[in-house]
């Protein structure tokens, strides 16, 4: 368990497994069984980028025990606990996953997030 977590989460694994009929790839997503501890964090916007009058991309920072399953880029959460939470059945995709040193017993990753947004959702 992660010290200091304050929400559980969801892993969903994303594969593409067949083309549609108009030869587009269909994104399909596996959840996983368990339920995980975690701490979010959002990070800070680029400066730089806000004063240009450019969107950016709004992250955050995830820490979750290291133990889990294999995690991968394009892979997504989704909070689930508490209902409370801002983000409570959320999904945000990993953008990155940097693991902590090996030799710490801890042993958390570290996963960069974003918003998950369906283009067609019913959301």
Same mark, same amino acid.
């Given at each position: 368990m992660v010290a200091g977590g304050n929400i559980l989460v969801q892993l969903w694994r994303i594969s593409f497994i067949t083309d549609d009929e108009v030869g587009g790839a269909v994104p399909s997503g596996t959840a996983s069984l368990e339920l995980y501890s975690a701490r979010m964090q959002g990070n800070p916007d680029e400066q730089l980028l806000l004063?240009?009058?450019l969107e950016t991309e709004h992250t955050f920072t995830l820490v979750i025990d290291r133990q889990i399953v294999p995690i991968s880029e394009r892979d997504e959460? *989704?909070?689930?606990?508490?209902p409370s939470y801002p983000y409570y059945g959320q999904r945000f995709r990993i953008i990155s996953v940097r693991y902590s040193?090996?030799?710490?017993?801890r042993a958390y990753?570290?996963?960069?997030?974003?918003?998950?947004? *369906?283009?067609?959702?019913?959301?």
């Open positions: 004063s240009q009058g959460i *989704e909070i689930v606990y508490p040193d090996f030799t710490d017993r990753t570290m996963l960069t997030v974003s918003r998950s947004n *369906e283009a067609h959702g019913s959301q």
